[in-house]
T-cell receptor
Framework: GENVEQHPSTLSVQEGDSAVIKCTYSDSASNYFPWYKQELGKRPQLIID?????GEKKDQRIAVTLNKTAKHFSLHITETQPEDSAVYFCAASRDYKLSFGAGTTVTVRA | DAGVIQSPRHEVTEMGQEVTLRCKPISGHNSLFWYRQTMMRGLELLIYFNNNVPIDDSGMPEDRFSAKMPNASFSTLKIQPSEPRDSAVYFC?????????????FGPGTRLLVL
């Protein structure tokens, strides 16, 4: 099955700086790569996703890049704000099944 | 739209008791997923329904776990008998597709503690 590895496990950034989270996947047939944000005690919520026919996607301060050859994808958050503090999960899928990374705890220092 | 609804939000029970978790997916969604989240194992898919039919139950840990979807607007996950290692947050999620992956919308989760 699909194996998704996510790094780093924790990330502390100064407010206003950028944050980058990287994921690798094992199944070359995976074609859908969503990112979820989970605040403490809350549900995971989709923040951005990318499909394999696209190399990069941006939504305001959030961007995701995909390198299918290398089988890795990354989340970039620019101009971080305190409300960006949360756990971020990457995932990969070839059909209905999402395989999640272990998560990155992001802390934005004021 | 109210989103995915789960009940109860919190459940505390004693080992050996039966636990039933409930989920109402978003209206019009044809795919429903049950996940379990723990610190040790992260987010795990337990079972996937499409059009009320179980498609993939390979993630169900053992026979103590069972899930049903009697109609498009209701699903249950039952644990009988419950054990302390079942303590986790259980999420239900729904989406609107089958062949192509679309956004999965998660419910608020049920925090289960088995003593």
């Amino acid at each position: 099955g699909e194996n998704v590895e996510q790094h780093p496990s924790t990330l502390s950034v100064q407010e206003g700086d950028s944050a980058v989270i990287k994921c690798t996947y094992s199944d070359s047939a995976s074609n859908y790569f969503p990112w979820y944000k989970q605040e403490l005690g809350k549900r995971p919520q989709l923040i951005i996703d990318i499909r394999s026919n696209v190399g990069e996607k941006k939504d305001q301060r959030i961007a995701v890049t995909l390198n299918k050859t290398a089988k890795h994808f990354s989340l970039h958050i620019t101009e971080t704000q305190p409300e960006d503090s949360a756990v971020y999960f990457c995932a990969a899928s070839r059909d209905y099944k999402l395989s999640f990374g272990a998560g990155t705890t992001v802390t934005v220092r004021a | 739209d109210a989103g995915v609804i789960q009940s109860p939000r919190h459940e505390v029970t004693e080992m050996g008791q039966e636990v039933t978790l409930r989920c109402k997916p978003i209206s019009g969604h044809n795919s429903l997923f049950w996940y379990r989240q723990t610190m040790m194992r992260g987010l795990e898919l337990l079972i996937y329904f499409n059009n009320n039919v179980p498609i993939d139950d390979s993630g169900m840990p053992e026979d103590r776990f069972s899930a049903k979807m009697p109609n498009a607007s209701f699903s249950t996950l039952k644990i009988q008998p419950s054990e302390p290692r079942d303590s986790a947050v259980y999420f239900c999620a729904s989406s609107s597709s089958y062949y192509r992956q679309e956004t999965q919308y998660f419910g608020p989760g049920t925090r289960l503690l088995v003593l």
